[in-house]
């Protein structure tokens, strides 16, 4: 059976030391969150993914869930008594405003609480993890009326939601959807259609269901500038709060998929469901946009989480496994052969994991920081510059962390030999269960294309700028340090890669755009990779300090190896990236359709 | 439903054009695979991989393999018809000896039939597959009386063949293996032991199944020094070579594992089974050996294999679906979108994975030639030349073509979007397939370390100076010709780059073999690259000849563009490997076991 133990103490470094978010007690919630309560929560947050989430992963898996004849889902046993300890911990609400009923803590402090949760069963966590992003499109883009009337509901866990985007014709382009909506005479509307793909679509999780659904209402432009957002909940809700009526919404079935079975993802048949929009009328990707950011940020630090798991089993096996000798001479002369971690390429692989996890999850957390600036901060200067990061950050998180993730997860399975390839092990559900990561709120190809094509020029490069502007700064100023010379000296060359391709895509993309889609997929790896290399870099600086403070532990001596071989395996690959985007398009363009 | 289309243009181009085969027609079994024969065959094998093997990939995957009460074993419905079909055709002996029934035709030949089953249906071609690497270790190891007994049978398909090297405690390091054989007083051994992951172990399409077993005599020196080769049918064979009473080995049940569904991995229960020495005592990984080595090519072959089905669906499925429009202007006009192949990074993804594909069946066509050259020429250096070649590669073929067939396999999946992840459209399961590739027949982590530990140094390196005065030749010869040089100038770089490892490997590893380990993995994908680099410089040479003699064609034209994809966008990875592997091993080695 798989193992997990959630990374309390690395967290912990990258809250109180790398980030020390004590700093930002001015921030509304922030000053609730103080290191002991933060001790709590991560504490009570780990005993809780440890202990109750983890067990039921694999159980989830062989099991699935199940569709009745009704239409209605039973999900995996186990996973409704999980979800109810859940809700009653109030785990939905950690960062959900207090006037709803939420904790109103930092985003920054509930997204390390989602990686052990989706560590520990990333199936299970889909269900409230897509409840926290509906409700935050309900929080900005829903009147008063239908804030009262979900959003408590859904902080607390007693009611679900999901997001409906998606049709058979139509995924990336959300132009070609055919769900119409029928205005009725008291305001509301009919929604007629089918979506595919719906995480959390049907379940018995939860007394009610808050679907978020794009339609096209009657009469409504062509394309992407006639879609409209409506709520419609399974139950439609009666005047004292109350699940009324069963409304014209049903799961149809059950899609058989490659991972993540704990999960119902389900094609929804609406047949004259009721519902009522949600802001303006073909404005409606407006706030699919705010879940769908929402969700990305969730969906990266899946891709994290996945690795971390996948590490943790695999380090241990490689501790336990008896196989061969090292090439240095026999380790372990009283046992039949040494542990397989004596072997370089076996390190090489942990390490080439482990450095990738907690460079990203020290990522994840600076995003998350900004996050919490651009919704709490009350300097506008501050907002802006926080929500930049956010916007230029967002599809690198997505897709360079679940790029990377499923690829350690196949790493980790590897680790074990023939016995990875077998299900009981437990590894070969994390590479299964990572892969739609890669795909899902948005696949891997369109983050690219959206940081090349939307997040690089926007304001002129007023992000990047910043981003390019503030790993400069840090360089420079660590320059003249001895100590830092192996993260500075290789971050400075991997910038230089990153500035270097950002100019060749200025000069050759603004007339040609096939250049900016042929670099797209290496441009956000090369972003991916100096982003990294900069969270090594930082996380360097730091151990340092608190080394010359208070002397070295194994945790800082093992961060300074780890971020070491970060700077000299991993970073390198820069090369390569900038070498492919400098190769421009024109070979890409040059067969016809029907020569593939 | 997945499609699969066997790439028999691109073989003939192969075989005629690029190794030009009919110029061996002084080997044995050479003059008898004429361009009419081959012709021939290759369109009966596609035929059969197509309309046969093929449409029962899928039901082999939902279905599995059953184990029953009495430890028998039913295949997947069509199996059984199926592999009656492969046994009438004599697709089995198409390389094996005449004097055995077989075809005595070259492998170069055969080797590209198996791919086009790999493609078709992986998991049903282990059957086969097994049978022949058994065979082969039967040919050359076995004495008179079991040759005679086992061969012909194996050849014709009438029985199939196992290899059963795992146990539970024992896989990379086969000392550890504690299966016993005890002398019996009629010359023959009573096998008592456990075998884990013996693929075909058990099954319902043939009468008998003749399983090659690693064991310890009693008595025998520990650790590989003491491991003895047997070989234990099914059942014992009565004296007309009829099946006779049944042996003590069964199957004690079948793993649930991640792919290869229709393929029965078994748990092997040996209870004092009747077995015979092949070879000599405590000498059986002599045997062991010329099955691996012949596994490790057709594991090879099936990376490449999947690669080439997943893509053929991925450029299908780029074709047709319709989604956006393209980033240079409106292509399809009359349609609601146009097909999302017009996308750079879509082209970008299918193009990697079909310059790879190209080259890597040109690598497993040349490495065949060398095996066939290895094995029926007549002239000594000419022998040593291909067997020296044969013991490079199969590392870098196996350890570089599985783990490249699996990320592209990965890369076509994603092309499908969300689609992709479900399993009714049979991308996921190319995946899943794919998976094992890259671990049975050693890891290819051991793959690394056989190249770089055994292979390189092997004979005083003489195998890899002859690789590298070779693809240095042919730049060298090529280095004036203006068409060639989008070929030429970056192979010369990447062959720099091997050159500049293989020294720093020759200056550092002898002194410290931890070197060597933590730089095999990199140094593997390297080897790999320049020589799919070496091929598609080769392939273009006779591309320009053939259309300066007779013109242009599609075929020849996309060969062309496909190729310089790869030196464009695929080769440059050498500079990071090269990189990686000049970072030596103190950084891994630093960490205590406890500190993963």
Redesign the interface.
Known sequence: MPIYKAPVEDVNFLLNDVFQIDRYDNLPGFSDASADVREAILSEAAKLSEEVLQPLNRVGDLEGCVRHDDGSVTTPKGFKEAFKQVVEGGWLGLSAPTEYGGQGLPITLSQTVTEFQCSANMAFSMYGGLTVGATAALLVHGNAEQKAMYVPKMVAGEWTGTMNL?EP?????L??LRTKAVKQADGSYKITGTK??ISAGEHDLASNIIHLVLARIEGAPAGIKGVSLFVVPKFLVNADGSPGARNGVTCGSI?????IHGNSTCVMNYDSATGWLIGEENKGMQGMFVMMNEARLGVAVQGLAQSEVAYQNA?AY??DR???RA??GVKAPDK??D?I???????????SI?AFNEAARAMVVWTSLKSDLAHRSSDPKDRQDADDHLGLMTPVLKGFLTETG?ANA?QA??MY????????QGM?QF??DA??A???EG???IQ??DLV?RKLPRDGGRAVMAFFGEVGAFAKENAGDEAMKPFVAPLSTALGHLQQATTWLMQNAMA???????A??DYMHLFGLVTLGYMWAKMAKVVHGKIAATGPT?YL??KL?TG??FM??VL??T??HL??IQ?G?A?????A????
Do not use: W
Request: charged fraction near 20%; aromatic fraction near 6%; proline fraction near 5%.
């Open positions: 998606t014709q139509c995924g990336t382009d132009g070609l595919i793909f899609e058989h998929k490659m991972g380090a490689a501790r008896l196989q061969g090439l240095s039949p052969a542990p971690i004596v072997h370089p390429d076996v390190r090489r692989t942990l390490l482990r499923f196949v399975q590897q030999g023939g016995h990875g390839y077998i299900a009981e070969e590479v299964r892969r739609i890669m795909i899902y696949a891997n190809g690219a294309l094509g040609k755009p096939d250049n900016a889609g042929a797209a997929t194994d001596s093992t190896v070491r071989f000299e395996r390198p690959a090369t390569t070498a492919r190769s398009s070979t890409i363009m040059e067969l359709a029907e020569a593939f």
